[in-house]
């Protein structure tokens, strides 16, 4: 750690930029550790591909994800890499912030979940209590230096919108939840083996999922759902425009989780000789550009009224979930 002038910086050089914010501040988190991985490699190193559906009486609209649930990607990298993790959550903002700085003073990167909404750089019309930053620095006025995704990158937080990001309430937040990663003792396991164990973990959760609202089972959920969209959302106009914008802007459930996890697999194809995961990653970039075109005709629905639009979408979504469960099959299959 070094300081300059009025602030501290533990960045020797740019932090990594990535398309998702768990899976970019791991990478940020790693990188300090000297373990050099791809984001989609850690993604898939964690099992992250999956689907949910979630709904409830107090959501104005349904929140569609690509992935596993939060925080476990960063509890099942820590367990396949065999890193030490350590989580740190308080209900007291002071806490929280000393927390913070000792980390940051003692010259470690640390993972934050937050809600961006409330950063004072953040332009996002919507709330998500899912996010996540690398904190990688601090100055004598009290701002924070975060990693973020593409675009924004390198941002400073004042330390009063910090906090308020750091304890939101509502679904998936938590309580000023910190965390830091270490390397274990011995080295690193052996990436082929731990990236097949990451595909097996993402294959038996999406394929047999524990709720119906998970997995292949969500997504033909939401396939019959979607054609009531216009007449069960309050405002269907801004309702379907939200949900396109979290699922293609935010990446949550559009084609940018099945777009990375293709790139994982042609990784795998290369770390471990075996080509035909670079088969099934060409699967799967089809499959994301399906998910792109089912948000595009959901804000079509919206602008236009059109059910048109929702019976396409709903078809679409029903045809990739059976393509994905024959997917998730042969990667079991491949990968046990």
């Not at 932090?15 to 898939?44: A, I, M």
């Not at 007291?92 to 909404?117: C, M, P």
């Not at 509502?170 to 990663?181: E, H, Q």
């Amino acid at each position: 750690m070094t300081r300059s002038g009025e602030h501290v910086s533990l960045l020797e050089e740019d932090p990594y930029v990535g398309d998702h914010c768990e899976s970019t501040t791991l990478v940020n988190l790693l990188r300090q550790r000297e373990v050099d991985l791809s984001e989609s490699f850690v993604f898939g190193l964690a099992g992250g591909l999956s689907f949910i559906y979630w709904r409830t009486k107090h959501m104005p609209t349904p929140f569609i994800g690509g992935r596993i649930k939060p925080d476990t990607l960063t509890e099942n990298l820590a367990r396949t890499l065999g890193l030490r993790l350590d989580v740190h959550e308080t209900s007291s903002a002071k806490r929280a912030r000393d927390h913070l700085v000792r980390e940051l003073e003692s010259g470690t990167f640390v993972g934050l979940k937050l809600d961006r909404y409330c950063l004072d750089y953040c332009t996002d019309d919507f709330r998500f209590a899912a996010h996540y930053v690398a904190c990688v620095g601090y100055d004598d006025h009290g701002r924070f230096a975060l990693a973020e995704t593409r675009p924004l990158g390198l941002q400073w937080a004042s330390g009063e919108s910090l906090a308020a990001a750091r304890n939101p309430r509502g679904p998936m937040s938590s309580r000023n939840r910190a965390f830091t990663l270490d390397l274990p003792k011995g080295g690193p396991p052996d990436l082929g083996k731990a990236a097949r164990r990451g595909i097996r973990s993402a294959a038996e959760t999406f394929l047999n999922p524990p709720i119906s609202n998970v997995g292949y089972k969500g997504m033909h959920k939401v396939a019959d759902l979607i054609p009531q969209w216009l007449d069960d959302l309050e405002s269907p106009a801004d309702g379907l425009s939200r949900i396109w914008t979290v699922m293609e802007d935010a990446g949550t459930g559009g084609g940018l989780f099945r777009t990375i996890w293709a790139d994982f697999l042609v990784e795998v194809a290369e770390v471990t000789g075996i080509g035909v995961y670079r088969e099934i990653s060409e699967a799967y970039r089809e499959i994301a550009a399906k998910w792109t075109e089912v948000a595009t005709l959901l804000h079509e629905a919206g602008s236009a009224s059109s059910r048109e639009s929702l019976h396409s979408a709903s078809k679409i979504v029903h045809e990739v979930a059976d393509k994905e469960q024959r997917l998730m099959h042969r990667l079991l299959n491949l990968s046990s």
